[in-house]
């Protein structure tokens, strides 16, 4: 990579004059808009448990889905549960607020399953993902993704949203390191052939990614997409991935 022109779509985060050569990111809720696809396979595969629900009722379910159990997404990662575990006793939680108990056995089970197929289904990604990496491509600039799930379950997604072109990624099972572990991160900036200190690496999650990327030597940006405060906050942040583009 020695040699590459930095391509100047990429010095408006607040980044000064500094040469960025490649860009790495986060997939859920950066690249593809998960909270939708799980929140709208959720209402699918529940409403038969909660008939009659109102609309603020399906914001709160998705919510503690989403938002308020991802200490079970932590287990998951710790090696404590399997992938459908964490989900099925995040189910569990929400449903629970409502005074509905999910059955252990067929009941359980069909509503996992269900809800990975139709989640499956309602993967997008978001409308400003595809004109950066048009600029990325027409400046030459290496770009990938780093994410705190397995490899072969984000390359399913990546490509069910239409993003096949982002070759490079790097999946907790890459290395055996989630992030912030600064290996998962570093692993992605060999891939794709750059240094830590010119590599950009944005996501959704403030302390995961704009941070954690941030002291394992890159250039952390945090996406704060729905502008949620952060008083302490003294990174870089942006609103949009098209916030990039100068």
Do not use: C
């Not at 989900?87 to 929400?94: H, I, M, N, P, Q």
């Not at 950066?132 to 399913?156: E, F, T």
């Not at 982002?166 to 290996?183: H, M, Q, R, S």
Request: net charge negative; aromatic share 8%.
């Amino acid at each position: 990579m020695a040699g590459r022109t930095p391509g100047p779509a990429i010095l408006a985060a607040g980044l000064g004059a500094g040469a960025v050569r490649g860009v790495l990111f986060d997939i859920d809720d950066t690249l593809v808009d998960l909270e939708f696809a799980m929140t709208t396979a959720l209402r699918d595969v529940s409403e038969h448990l909660l008939p009659g629900l109102d609309e603020a009722g399906w914001v709160r379910f998705g919510r503690i889905f989403t938002h308020e159990t991802t200490h079970f997404y932590d287990r998951y990662l710790a090696g404590e549960l399997t992938f459908n575990e964490q989900r099925l006793l995040r189910g569990r939680a929400a449903l629970e607020h409502f005074g509905v108990e999910l059955e252990d056995g067929e009941q359980a089970h069909h509503w996992v399953t269900s809800y990975a197929s139709r989640q499956h289904g309602y993967v997008r990604a978001f409308d400003d993902v595809g004109p950066l990496l048009d600029a990325l491509d027409a400046a030459g600039i290496p770009y990938g993704a780093v994410s705190n799930n397995v490899h072969d379950y984000q390359r399913v997604k990546l490509d069910a949203a239409g993003l096949a072109r982002i070759a490079v990624l790097v999946g907790t099972d890459t290395v055996g390191a989630a992030k912030p572990d600064p290996a998962i991160y570093l692993e992605g900036v060999r891939r794709i052939g750059t240094g830590p200190g010119e590599t950009l690496y944005i996501g959704d999650n403030r302390l995961l990614d704009a941070e954690g990327s941030t002291a394992a030597g890159l250039l952390g940006v945090w996406l704060n997409r729905g502008g949620e405060p952060a008083p302490g906050f003294l990174g870089r942040q942006v609103s949009s991935l098209l916030d990039l583009l100068a």
